[in-house]
C-alpha cells in the first residue's frame, strides 16, 4: 500500500533526475540534453493511450492485442531514445562526457519515477 | 494439437508466458530505435566538426534503412493467423495466399534493405578506400539495417507466442 513515505521519496529522485539533466544543461551551456526530460515525459504516454483503445476482454478480435502492442512498440522505442540521445550528441562533440553521463542518469531518475508511480497507484484503481 | 507437431523440439514453457511476450515487444521497440539511432549518429556525426573528410552522409545512406523499415512494418501489418489457414472455413476466397503475397512484398523489403546497406558500405566507403573514423559511417550503416531485421525478427516471434497465451487465457 503506497503511502506518505513512497510519494515523498518518489518526488526527492524525480527533483534529483531533473537536477541532474538541467545541471547538465547549464553547467556547459549547452542545451541539447533537455530532450532527454520530454523523451521521458513523452515515453509512457503510447501505453496509455493504446491501453484505452483497446478492449482486453475481447479474445475473439485480437485486433485489440495488436493496439496495444503498438503501444508497447513505441514506449520502448522513446525509452532508447532517452538513452541514445545523448551518446548521439557526445559522439558529435555537442556535449562533452561529463553531460552525457549526467543527462542518461539523470533521465533514467525520472522515467522510474514515472514508471513506479504508475504502478504503484495502478493498484489503488483495481480495488 | 499434439500430432500436428512439425519439428522435433519443443517450444520452451517459458516462453509462453505474457511477461515474456509483453518484453519481446518491449524489446523489439528498443531494437528498432538502436537502429534508428544508430543511423542517426553517422548523419549527425558527418556534418559535426569531428568529421575531418569530406565524405558525408546523403539520402543515398539513408534509403536502406527506409526500405527495412518499410518491409518491417509490411511483415508486421499482416495477421498472423490468415497465414497458417489451411481449411476453407478461414481462408475465404484466398487469404491466406494473399497474406503469404504481401509477406513475400515485405521480406523482399527487408532483405532489399539489408542488402542496400551493404551496397552502400562497399561503393561509398570500402572501394574508395575512406579511412577509419569516417568509416564507421557505412559501418553503421550495416549495423543499423542488422537492427532492424533483428527487431522485425523479435517482433515477429513475440507475436506469434501470442496464439498460445491467448488460448490458455480463453480456456
Redesign the interface.
Known amino acids: 500500500m503506497p503511502g506518505i513515505k513512497t510519494i515523498i521519496s518518489l518526488s526527492f529522485v524525480l527533483a534529483v533526475g531533473f537536477l541532474l539533466v538541467i545541471l547538465s544543461c547549464a553547467l556547459f551551456k549547452v542545451y541539447y540534453p533537455l530532450l532527454v526530460v520530454a523523451t521521458y515525459v513523452l515515453a509512457p504516454l503510447p501505453n496509455w493511450i493504446c491501453s484505452r483503445c483497446s478492449n482486453p476482454d475481447d479474445?475473439v478480435e485480437?485486433s485489440g492485442?495488436a493496439v496495444l502492442?503498438l503501444g508497447?512498440?513505441?514506449?520502448?522505442?522513446?525509452?532508447?531514445?532517452g538513452i541514445?540521445?545523448p551518446?548521439?550528441?557526445y559522439?558529435?562533440?555537442?556535449i562533452n562526457a561529463a553531460a552525457m553521463a549526467m543527462s542518461i542518469i539523470g533521465g533514467l531518475l525520472i522515467y522510474g519515477t514515472i514508471i513506479s508511480f504508475g504502478m504503484f497507484f495502478q493498484e489503488d484503481q483495481e480495488f | 494439437m499434439e500430432e500436428d507437431r512439425l519439428w522435433k523440439f519443443r517450444r520452451p514453457e517459458w516462453l509462453n508466458s505474457a511477461w515474456v511476450r509483453n518484453g519481446g515487444v518491449y524489446g523489439a521497440g528498443a531494437l528498432f530505435s538502436l537502429a534508428f539511432y544508430v543511423l542517426l549518429d553517422a548523419a549527425v556525426w558527418s556534418k559535426s566538426a569531428a568529421n575531418g573528410s569530406d565524405v558525408h552522409v546523403t539520402f543515398v545512406d539513408w534509403l536502406p534503412l527506409i526500405f527495412s523499415a518499410l518491409g518491417m512494418l509490411i511483415i508486421n501489418s499482416v495477421e498472423k493467423a490468415r497465414l497458417s489457414a489451411d481449411s476453407f472455413s478461414y481462408s475465404g476466397s484466398g487469404v491466406a495466399w494473399k497474406a503469404r503475397v504481401v509477406l513475400f512484398l515485405g521480406f523482399a523489403a527487408l532483405a532489399g534493405g539489408m542488402a542496400g546497406g551493404v551496397t552502400v558500405f562497399v561503393l561509398k566507403f570500402v572501394v574508395p578506400s575512406v579511412q577509419w573514423p569516417a568509416l564507421g559511417m557505412g559501418v553503421e550503416n550495416v549495423v543499423a539495417n542488422g537492427l532492424v531485421g533483428l527487431s522485425s525478427v523479435v517482433l515477429w516471434i513475440s507475436q506469434n507466442m501470442e496464439d498460445e497465451y491467448s488460448y490458455n487465457l480463453a480456456l
Open positions: 479474445f485480437s492485442n502492442d508497447r512498440f513505441c514506449t520502448g522505442f522513446l525509452v532508447v531514445m541514445a540521445l551518446v548521439v550528441l559522439h558529435s562533440t555537442l
